[in-house]
């Protein structure tokens, strides 16, 4: 897996829990405001070269939605710990994120535009309440890392075989009964998690993986 390091012209590094940022900055609590736009204006950065934090150059009196346009420089976007329940399309405007951390939100769906962001390479979706995720997944072919571990999936589309430079995959504790053989095709897989599902048997292309990786079942 990549490691994070400065690159390009900025770095963006994204304060994981907002709540406690937003207290300590005076702003109203997620809780009270679960929206995306008001979520991500509690968002700072850290200036590579002077170490300083300072707030993302978001305007509270404009459109957001015609804002986020102009922050395609964010390589890195934790933004964790919420109650975030829906993904705006807009995040298909973050073409240059290389890393994206939507963890602990109640997200039951992701927007066909999550599929716009193929500089990925890692995207953890890590408990949630996901059913399915959009075929436009297949898209981000430099994804390295994909957690999806404790959500509701009950199917994953086959356009995850795409996915030729993941190495790490989870999918544990789901409502899932099968996966495609598709996932027979992502042959740099070093660990893929299935445990805590109702998978009865495994296609035979995945069957001959996990004989060769770190499989969980």
């Known amino acids: 897996m990549t490691a994070w390091l400065p690159r390009k012209l900025i770095i963006i590094v994204i304060v994981v829990w907002l709540v406690t940022y937003a207290a300590m900055m005076g702003y109203a609590s997620p809780k009270h405001d679960p929206d995306f736009a008001a979520m991500v204006r509690l968002l700072e950065w850290r200036d590579p070269v002077t170490g300083q934090k300072l707030p993302l150059p978001i305007d509270r009196n404009q ?3 015609e804002q986020i346009k102009d922050l395609r420089q964010l390589e890195v976007l934790y933004f964790a710990g919420t109650v975030l329940s829906e993904l705006p399309p ?17 997200l039951t769906t992701l927007p066909p535009q999550i599929g716009n962001l193929t500089s990925l390479e890692i995207l953890n979706l890590y408990e949630n309440r996901l059913t399915e995720l959009p075929p436009e997944i297949g898209n981000l072919t430099a994804l390295e890392n994909l957690h999806l571990s404790n959500n509701q999936l009950v199917q994953i589309c086959p356009e995850i075989g795409n996915l030729t430079n993941l190495d790490q995959l989870y999918l544990d ?7 495609p053989p598709e996932i027979g095709n992502l ?8 445990a805590g599902n109702q998978i009865i048997e495994l296609p035979p292309d995945v069957e001959q993986l996990c004989a060769k ?4 079942q």
């Not at 405007?93 to 602990?104: C, M, P």
């Not at 042959?187 to 299935?194: A, D």
């Not at 990786?213 to 969980?216: L, P």
């Open 187 to 194: 042959t740099s897989l070093e660990m893929l998690t299935l």
């Open 213 to 216: 990786i770190f499989c969980t």
């Open 90 to 106: 807009e995040i298909g405007f973050l073409v240059g994120l290389r890393e994206l951390d939507l963890s602990y939100h109640n």
């Open 63 to 65: 459109s957001f939605d």
């Open 173 to 179: 504790t789901n409502n899932l009964r099968e996966i």
